[in-house]
């Protein structure tokens, strides 16, 4: 697997419209025991991306990841604006400058992402946030890239993956974000990052097959 | 869902057009940042504060922006702390050179912003200090690791540290004035309803018809425990034994009480639970010397209210003494 | 019904004794009357200022007792005008050598109770004048013979009278001025919910999800129509088109414009369909010289608002801007 | 017919309790067109006027009836004050002074009651109010007493009489009272004042037979 320009784009219009298409679901997930604005903060910010979708300097994947990041960053408020800004601004630093991205160079720059997410958030696996749903994502991908397996094989793995480590949250404690002043309450349904996690990891699967 | 707006996206924006509009000689609206600020703001003399949270807890914090109190308020949506880049432009804009106090409601989100947008502004030169507010008792630390929320006590920071930057006070004695004052207050709140938030278009949670939620955040957040309705003398005990012991305040002790409103009670109910808790107080041997009943930091439309108390002293009482002048007003 | 309450037939003085130990300095509760008055009234060289109406629209009219406003109300309990003897007892209580004046929202039950009291305190040798005021253009004076209802617009002529009287005016005068703005005051609500009633613990009306009554009433009572909800911007040109060809208002005109709140609407709502207002004002080319936006007339906790325009001449203007200081503040 | 303290303390005592028992449906026929306090109006007053029983002037009937208009002025709020206070307080002064009170002195004081009730709410027969109910039922009454009936017979004809023109107020218009503001919307539904008149002379009719 090996990634160029035009993948991180297809990559970025995927989870961009996703985020879009699921404003209402996302919502309800974050109304359960939070305050059912996260549908609304992606959403804004995404179809910001979209809008001005043309407009971004494309030298390079980092280069354009980084443009990304600051209109995330301008447009989602919430605790999703920093979270996924800084994502999106470590993983477009890591790819800074490299033409033509490997399978290797992804799951590297993703690695750089959680760990961004995680000190910005104070938080870790365990805590019942979208971590808990990425990071066994992207321990699949990273074995899926080892064995050399495809492209689309590896979005399969990634994204099956996110879906049962997403479901899995449901029997944690939240132990960070707003859900968390739900204590024990807050077990019994899945963490509404996570799930989107599984979402936009199915998406963009079923959108690399065609 | 029935609410007076347009458009659920340009509730937020509508609103601050307002603000604006019916305070020309005061007050300028920047759109792009959701942004409320003085007229007179930056000025040389004086440290400026700046405070952001969500929307949806008028009138804090942009109908409290004025002499004596905020320089400035850049909210984000409903119940979303305000994207990174509202903070760090309004801080540029606003910058003094005596510095800029953040005042910062103690939640995740908020925290991220702030802190982000500190660390860029103070890159470029400004200086910052940041204050975070957290009075909520019905969050409990040890159990909790974000840690307490901040809610209607925030106002008590504000108006404080407002007052005295107003008389000249630098900005490393606004940070200790505004951490003495939240170190003194203690707040808990009741829903009676939940709220629905325009984008959402549905309450929140569910509350049955004889159901309360003890401990309500201002987003709606579950507090201690769901419990049935019962009458206000026995609410206002139940507040007044988790805000008392938890500072402690003690008999002999001088408060300023606040009743704050939620959203839909209306003020009678609230002045209804201000005498059964000023004569609670007084049989506890505390004494109020302040007292403040009405709107400060609601939940939308959530029919509900909180209790504040803020431990007084003469340099505390002083400061809240002091005169303010903001878009919330009755004249 | 879930309410900050304990009685429902103690709803009424239990909010009154909440306003009193909240104003120690400055008011008193007489509880055999309903009673708040300010602490220095009477005043020989002041007109006293006297208003009743029923209970559940607060602040209107127990919060608006102080300097620059009312002497004294005498409320009678939820929707009810007081006892006939409440208002007697306060004109008797409070008279002045220069005179009592009594307002009165322009409603059956109010006008008889005053008109009542007025005969025997004038029995007893107390000059009195009274004053009706009917600002609702939701009532057609043709088709209903009680006349136009008083609503939130009663706001303008208790402050006009109120200022009037702190400068020594006499009773012929305020009778002159409360006219004057009573004559140039025109006021439309809309209703999105029902209040529920203390003591009937029930939604007083029952308005569908997707309905809205259009010129409700302050207690609750019909309007002109029942209608679909629709937009904020809709809603407020419906609201302009029954009030400013009315008076008329005419381009070139300078008014003050208050969106009043029923109880249950947030202020953020209300600033929202204030700049919606000023606006459409704008370009009828009518100018804003005054504004009033927050809760000034309720109907308990009835989501809903009121829109009110007070034509200006430098007269009113002054008497408007002049101080005053209620129970309702915000420091 | 003839009539002494006794029966007027009777009959006070009945429409004060019978007042205070329909307290909740007085007050939801008020909601139908009207504010809904009609019921809890009465209901404070005439509870006043029961816990007071023992300590009013009883000089003879006029007199205590002057005294019941007292309570009644001091204590209900809302058009119901005014009105029922005037009425007693005209019924009181046309029977002062009388030791033996006949079944004409009863009509006669009942129409000064009425005529004080239309200057107090400057309203007449025909605008919805309680006017509707107690102008016809006197009627009965003045000519049950002329044709020589038993009080008992005389009340059932009262009663009824009620009853009768109250059910009737439906298909009026309300030109007076907060129902007016309802306009057209007041057809179709009774007048609660009037509704209350019946119940009250049904009541009594009923307290008189034992
Ligand atoms: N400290 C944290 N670290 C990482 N992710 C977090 C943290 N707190 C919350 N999240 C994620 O953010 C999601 C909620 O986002 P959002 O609704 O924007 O936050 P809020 O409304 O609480 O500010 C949660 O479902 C969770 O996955
Ligand atoms: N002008 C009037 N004259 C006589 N009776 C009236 C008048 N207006 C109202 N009523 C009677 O009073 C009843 C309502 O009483 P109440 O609820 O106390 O009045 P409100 O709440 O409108 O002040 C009506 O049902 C009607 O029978
Ligand atoms: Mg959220
Ligand atoms: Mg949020
Ligand atoms: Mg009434
Ligand atoms: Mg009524």
Same mark, same amino acid.
């Given at each position: 697997m090996s990634t160029s320009l035009d993948t991180t784009e297809f990559v970025v219009r995927s989870i961009a419209q996703t985020c879009v298409d699921n404003e209402k679901y996302f919502g309800d997930l974050d109304s359960v025991v939070g305050d059912g604005d996260f549908g609304y903060s992606l959403a804004r910010g995404f179809e910001?991306?979209?809008?001005?979708?043309? !407009?971004?300097? %494309?030298?390079?994947?980092?280069?354009?990841?980084?443009?990304?990041?600051?209109?995330i960053s301008s447009r989602i408020g919430g605790t999703s604006g920093p979270i996924w800004g800084t994502a999106f601004m470590r993983a477009g630093t890591a790819l800074?400058?490299?033409?033509?991205?490997?399978?290797?160079?992804?799951?590297?720059?993703? %690695?750089?992402?959680? !760990?961004?997410?995680?000190? %910005?958030?104070n938080s870790d696996v365990?805590?019942?946030?979208?971590?808990?749903?990425?990071v066994p994502a992207i321990d699949a991908l990273e074995a899926s890239v080892l064995q050399g397996d495809s492209g689309g094989l590896s979005m399969q793995k990634l994204a099956a993956a996110a879906r049962t480590a997403a479901e899995a949250t449901s029997s944690l404690k939240a132990l960070r974000g707003r859900a968390s002043y739900s204590g024990d309450r807050s077990i019994g349904s899945p963490d509404a990052g996570a799930v989107a996690v599984a979402v936009l990891a199915e998406q963009l699967a079923e959108a690399w097959k065609s | 869902m029935k609410k007076f707006i347009n458009d659920p996206q340009q509730f937020v924006p509508e609103m601050l057009k307002g603000i604006a509009l019916a305070n020309p000689d005061t007050l300028r609206y920047v759109p792009e940042y959701n942004l409320i600020h003085r007229a007179d703001s930056p000025r040389p003399d004086k440290v400026t504060i700046i405070q952001g949270s969500g929307s949806g807890h008028e009138p804090a914090h942009v109908m409290t922006v004025g002499k004596g109190m905020l320089d400035g308020a850049c909210p984000g949506d409903v119940f979303?702390?305000?994207?990174?880049?509202?903070?760090?432009?309004?801080?540029?804009?606003?910058?003094?050179?005596? +510095?800029?106090?953040?005042?910062?409601?103690?939640?995740?989100?908020?925290?991220?912003a702030f802190d982000m947008a500190q660390e860029m502004s103070e890159a470029d030169g400004v200086t910052v200090r940041t204050l975070f507010i957290d009075?909520?008792?019905?969050?409990?630390?040890?159990?909790?690791?974000?840690?307490?929320?901040?809610?209607?006590?925030?106002?008590?920071? &504000?108006?404080?540290?407002?007052?005295?930057?107003?008389?000249?006070?630098?900005?490393?004695?606004?940070?200790?004035?505004?951490?003495?004052?939240?170190?003194?207050?203690?707040? &808990? +709140?009741?829903?009676?309803?939940?709220?629905t938030p325009p984008s959402k278009g549905s309450p929140l949670f569910d509350l049955a018809d004889d159901e309360i939620e003890i401990g309500v955040?201002?987003? +709606?957040e579950p507090g201690r425990e769901r419990a049935k309705w019962s009458p206000a003398n026995d609410l206002v005990e139940v507040l007044l034994d988790a805000i008392v012991p938890d500072l402690p305040f003690a008999p002999g002790d001088r408060?300023?009480?606040?009743?704050?409103?939620?959203?839909?009670?209306?003020?009678?109910?609230?002045?209804?639970?201000?005498?059964?808790?000023?004569?609670?107080?007084?049989?506890?041997?505390?004494?109020?010397?302040?007292?403040?009943?009405?709107?400060?930091?609601?939940?939308?439309?959530m029919a509900g209210a909180s209790l504040t108390l803020v431990k007084l002293d003469d340099e505390i009482e002083a400061l809240l003494a002091a005169p303010a002048e903001v878009a919330i007003r009755v004249f």
């Open positions: 910001q991306v979209i809008a001005h979708w043309d !407009e971004y300097d %494309r030298e390079d994947s980092g280069t354009f990841l980084l443009k990304i990041a600051l209109v800074k400058g490299i033409d033509s991205v490997s399978g290797a160079d992804v799951v590297a720059a993703l %690695r750089t992402s959680i !760990e961004g997410i995680k000190k %910005r958030g365990g805590d019942k946030t979208l971590l808990d749903a990425l | 979303a702390a305000p994207p990174m880049d509202y903070v760090y432009a309004t801080t540029k804009l606003l910058a003094s050179p005596k +510095g800029v106090l953040l005042l910062v409601n103690n939640y995740t989100g908020d925290r991220m009075d909520d008792v019905s969050v409990k630390d040890s159990t909790y690791t974000v840690g307490r929320r901040g809610v209607a006590g925030n106002f008590f920071v &504000m108006k404080a540290v407002g007052a005295a930057a107003e008389d000249g006070a630098d900005l490393d004695e606004l940070v200790r004035i505004g951490e003495k004052v939240n170190s003194v207050t203690r707040t &808990m +709140g009741i829903a009676l309803t939940a709220c955040g201002i987003h +709606g408060v300023a009480l606040m009743i704050n409103g939620l959203g839909g009670t209306p003020i009678s109910e609230l002045y209804l639970l201000y005498g059964i808790a000023h004569e609670k107080l007084e049989a506890r041997g505390i004494t109020v010397g302040r007292n403040y009943v009405g709107e400060y930091c609601t939940s939308l439309d």
